[in-house]
């Protein structure tokens, strides 16, 4: 019983340090590329009831959840404005945040914590379930633990998006298929002592139910969970074959529910419109197959690189919770169970698929990877406490991992590891939604108003308003640009101090078409780091950087601006 009070003990105090990292974090981001486009769009569903803004790239159901506490202050929506009724999404976001009659970081971050609780208590409560039910109480409280502890979560949990919703659910799928493949049947006493056993047809019927709920809630967020089915009923076969239970015929008539129920969600979230769902994936397999452009440790690629989220995890998974959960995934194999499988094939098939998609902007979307992860770390972390001659491994583990975190915070989105060298050498291994997704906005406007508010000429890879956070700015456009930044109408010829930020993502020139735009920046050390994913430079006096200013500012037509840089 004291055990299990001091790992509970260890449980609440991870999940306790997980909610104030994503509460400090919330407060130190402003908002990240996609952020205006899902909250937006979610709050137009269920102002309007009309699936129109962003429905042929996202499921709706992420988006409207995530806008729930949004009802509660009455937003202006904007039906009439072009922007609405043209479903032009990215100017819509805009519009919605940073017109509205309620400010931008309430509408914003009242849904950031809203999600941040939600999913947090959706992963939390199914990785205690699924690691409890196949391997204990200790793995189970470990597990919480990990999850509580990895960067990934505190991070994309506490965003706007539609990356934790179908993770989430994604892992529930499996972890209800599980509990469906464990029941045993019911063992019957007749007169006479005979002892016979009868299938448990009710439970089963409600685990496929259930299970069917969660697999239609994933699809129902994001179009990459219509994976999940052929999946979890290859899963049940493949289980019944290692340990025959039930008849193949009844086996497909549990299926044939499952599926049922998993229709009838998507369908319900639809409001039964389910030619809408398929017209959004086939959209999305079309987007798929053209790619786009990325960036990983020096290499530019649009068709992507087979190595792209293996290097991803490496380098963005605490190093500790990587050793755990090798360890664990060991253990699993020298202790081989039936139900290990659901632990393993599912994480093992999505990230298998993942490595050949065209489409690699962040490690994000191999987040329904990352709950079984934290099981196995869990696991891992169980067996050492388990033997008396590995226990030494603990204290180390445990400080490196808080060590890691405490670095980073409260920038936990652009983590990475010790492996990378920290989160200051992230941006030379992977950038756009890793490290800079626009995010950094806030803490550059706090720095430069502490150096009086001073311009500066800026190149920014996102969506949010520069001077929403008092920067006063000249934009130098390029890149990737789904909103106008027009600047607050600065002068470059009247700019004393030439101070030039570069977002991280345009530093490696990831959407330029010359990828080596900004080559020039990367030995020079920047006056501030906007949160790892903003770079300030202080170009006074520097005349080979004016040089090159003045030059990328000819390119682009500003030939008086140019002079007048090449003059300061």
Known sequence: MTKHKILTAVAALA???????????????????????HLSSGYSYLATGKYIMNIMDHPPLSEMVSALPLLFYKPSIFSNHTYFMGALPYHYGDLFLYQNIVDAGKLLNTARVFSFILWGAVFAFFIRLFAFKTAGFEAAAFSVAAFALLPAFISN???????????????????????????????????????????DNKRRYRYAALTGLATGLAMASKFSMFVIPPLVIGMWILHNILEPKIRLPRLLWYAAVYLAAALL????????????????????????????????????????????????????????????????????????????????????????????????????HIMPVMPFLAVFSGLGAAYLKEKKALRWAFAPLAFLWLWGLARTGPYYLEYFNELAGGPKNGYKYLVDSNLDWGQGLKPLGAYLKGLGGPPVMLSYF?????????????????????????????DVCAIKRPLLAVSATNLQGVYFPDH?????????????????????????????????LAELLDRNGLNREADCVRLS
């Open 157 to 199: 949990n506490a965003l706007v998006t539609t990356d934790a919703a179908p993770a989430a659910f994604y892992f529930a799928s499996f972890c209800l298929g599980c509990m469906f493949a464990r029941i045993e049947p019911l063992t019957v006493t007749l007169r006479g002592h005979k002892v016979v056993q009868v299938q």
């Open 516 to 548: 080596a735009v900004f080559d020039w920046l990367k030995e020079k050390k920047p006056l501030f780091s906007a949160g790892y994913s903003i770079f300030l430079y202080d170009l006074t006096g520097d005349r080979e950087s004016l040089a090159k």
């Open 265 to 364: 969600t998507l369908a319900v979230v639809y409001k039964f419109d389910l030619p809408l769902y398929f017209d959004g994936l086939r959209e999305t397999f079309k987007r798929l197959d053209q790619g786009r452009s990325s960036f990983i440790w020096g290499i530019h690629s649009i068709q992507g690189v087979w190595w792209y989220f293996p290097f991803a995890l490496a380098i963005k998974t605490p190093v500790a919770a990587l050793a755990l959960a090798f360890t664990g995934l060991a253990v699993s194999l020298s202790r081989f169970k039936k139900e290990y499988l659901w632990l393993l094939l599912p994480p093992l098939c999505y990230f298998a698929s993942a490595m050949f998609t065209k489409v690699q902007i962040g490690f994000r």
């Open 15 to 37: 999940l306790a340090a997980h909610l104030l990292m994503g509460f400090v974090f919330i407060k130190s981001a402003a908002p990240t590329y996609d952020e205006p486009v």
């Open 462 to 490: 996102g969506v949010a308003k520069p001077e929403y956070y008092g920067i006063k700015y000249f934009p130098l456009k390029g890149g990737l640009a789904h909103v106008e930044h027009n600047g607050t109408g600065e």
